[in-house]
């Protein structure tokens, strides 16, 4: 049994993505495994935010239950392709994704917030 409908019951292996703006930071949230599998889904959807050239954006990742390392490989060509354009951010809170981005440094790379209230209170302020 295959389900591709996108309903509440995924495969344990997909991703989402949605988009949203907030004022004028857009939000992009990513739910479910990120991995070798998922990570150019993630890839493109990034690109697809960036095309817009949003003063902010940050990555909603509270809903990843497994970060690999494309997705973290995925997090730096995003941050490398805005440039000073863009100012990115990352929400990761929990072992499948914060833990990760310290333990790689990755939270030198972008600003990481535990919620996403804190981080857009910090490009709102």
Do not use: W
Not at 9 to 30: F, G, N
Not at 40 to 67: K, M, N
Request: net charge negative; charged share 15%; glycine share 6%.
């Amino acid at each position: 049994m295959t389900n591709t409908s996108g309903d509440a019951h995924p495969l344990s292996d997909t991703m989402t993505t949605a988009v949203a703006v907030h004022d004028s930071t857009t939000v992009l949230t990513v739910a479910g495994e990120v991995d070798l599998a998922t990570a150019p889904a993630l890839e493109t959807a990034i690109e697809g935010v960036l095309a817009d050239q949003p003063r902010a954006l940050i990555i909603d990742l509270t809903g990843v239950s497994f970060l690999a390392s494309a997705g973290m490989a995925a997090l730096v060509a995003a941050h490398q392709r805005a440039g000073d354009a863009t100012t990115i951010a990352v929400v990761a809170d929990g072992p499948a994704t914060s833990r990760q981005l310290k333990m790689t440094s990755l939270d030198q790379v972008f600003s990481l917030y535990s919620t996403l209230d804190d981080a857009l209170a910090a490009f709102t302020s």
